[in-house]
C-alpha cells in the first residue's frame, strides 16, 4: 500500500499501521467480490488506492479545516454517506477518522451485504448500513435532520444532489460532495436548489488528489435553515424535474 501511504502522507492524513492493514483487506475484498457483482470498473491494486482511497481521503482535511480540527479530526461527529455504492467516500474516510459514527445508504441489497462484509472484516465500530432511496429516508424522522455531515461522490447533477443531501443535514452541519470535471456548470445550475433547500455554500474548491490527474472538485454546503417539509419529492422527481 505505498501508494497510499505516500498520498496520505501528501495530504497530511497520519495513519497508523493497523489502518492501511484495513485498507488493504478493504481492497482485497473489493477485488473479491467484483468477480460476483458490478461493484466499480476500477480493481486494479494502484487504480484503487488512487482513483478510490486517494480520491475520498482528499476531502478530509477540508473537512476538518472547516470544522476547526486537526487531522484526524478527534471529535465524534455523525455521518451518512448516500448513495454509497461500494463504500464511496464513506468507509476511507471512517479509516481515516475512526471516531466518526457513520450510516452507509444504498438502494442495492447486495452493495449492503458487501459493506456489511467490510465492516465485520474490518472490525470498524459505529457503522450501520441502511437498504433505501434518498427520497424516503430523507422525509422519514429518524433520519431527517439528524447528520453533522452528509457526503456523496459521483451519485448525480448537483441540482439534484442538493434535493437528495440536504434534508439529512442538522441545522448547522455540512454536506460534503465530490465532483469531477463540469462540476462548474452544475454548481451555478444548483444555486437556487441550495438557497430553497436551506444550504449555504462555504466552499467550491477544486482539490488535487495525489498521483491523480483529473480535475476534482469539492462542494462544502453549510445548513443554516431547515428544509422546507415538501423536500425531497417523491421517488424520481428529482431526476426528471431539478430544482
Same mark, same amino acid.
Given at each position: ?26 481492497? *482485497? ?12 470498473? &476500477? ?16 476531502? !478530509?482535511?477540508? &473537512? ?30 471512517? /479509516? ?5 459514527? !457513520? ?33 424516503? !429516508? ?23 444532489? *442538493?434535493?437528495?443531501? !440536504? ?20 454548481? /451555478?445550475?444548483?444555486?437556487?436548489? /441550495? ?25 462544502? &454546503? ?22
Amino acid at each position: 500500500m505505498h501508494t497510499l501511504i505516500s498520498g496520505a502522507d501528501a495530504l497530511r492524513i497520519p495513519l497508523a499501521v493497523e489502518q492501511v492493514e484495513q485498507f488493504g483487506v478493504y481492497a *482485497a475484498l473489493l477485488a473479491e467480490w467484483n468477480q460476483k457483482m458490478n461493484l466499480t470498473a &476500477i480493481t486494479d491494486w494502484e487504480g484503487v488506492q488512487t482513483k478510490h482511497f486517494l480520491d475520498c481521503l482528499v476531502g !478530509l482535511p477540508l &473537512i476538518a479545516e472547516e470544522i476547526g480540527a486537526s487531522l484526524p479530526p478527534k471529535r465524534s461527529l455523525d455521518c451518512i454517506d448516500i448513495g454509497t455504492g461500494a463504500g464511496f467516500p464513506g468507509l476511507p474516510l471512517k /479509516i481515516a477518522w475512526p471516531g466518526l459514527k !457513520l450510516t452507509l445508504v444504498d438502494g442495492t441489497a447486495k452493495k449492503i451485504r458487501f459493506l456489511n462484509e467490510v465492516a465485520r472484516a474490518l472490525a470498524l465500530e459505529n457503522v450501520e448500513t441502511v437498504q433505501g432511496r434518498a427520497e424516503e !429516508l430523507g422525509r422519514h424522522h429518524r433520519f431527517r435532520g439528524q447528520f453533522d455531515l452528509v457526503t456523496a461522490r459521483a451519485v448525480a447533477r448537483l441540482n439534484t444532489l *442538493a434535493e437528495y443531501l !440536504l434534508p439529512f443535514v442538522r441545522r448547522g452541519g455540512l454536506a460534503v460532495i465530490y465532483k469531477g470535471p463540469g462540476a462548474a456548470e452544475e454548481f /451555478i445550475e444548483a444555486r437556487k436548489a /441550495i438557497e430553497l433547500l436551506g444550504g449555504e455554500t462555504v466552499r467550491f474548491a477544486p482539490v488535487q488528489a495525489p498521483m491523480l490527474d483529473e480535475e476534482r472538485r469539492i462542494l462544502l &454546503i453549510r445548513k443554516e435553515r431547515k428544509t422546507p417539509k415538501r423536500y425531497p419529492r417523491q421517488q424520481g422527481l428529482p431526476r426528471k424535474n431539478p430544482l
